[in-house]
């Protein structure tokens, strides 16, 4: 039996070989952000860490 965060990590792990598939095949293009695009969204937000459930009071 798998743990709840196992098989998160496991569909982690799924959608991040489809991604690379689909470039592979030229289905799907990364790139990096134009200067216009940076000035229009801004720069990226850093990640907030989420408190536990048992972090609370």
Request: aromatic share 2%.
């Amino acid at each position: 039996m798998t743990t709840p965060g196992e098989r998160q990590q496991a569909q982690r792990e799924e959608k991040l070989a489809q991604i690379e598939e689909q470039v592979e095949e030229g289905q799907l293009v990364i790139r990096q952000m134009t200067d216009a695009e940076r000035k229009k969204f801004g720069p990226p937000k850093p990640r907030q860490e989420k408190p536990g459930r048992r972090g609370r009071p």
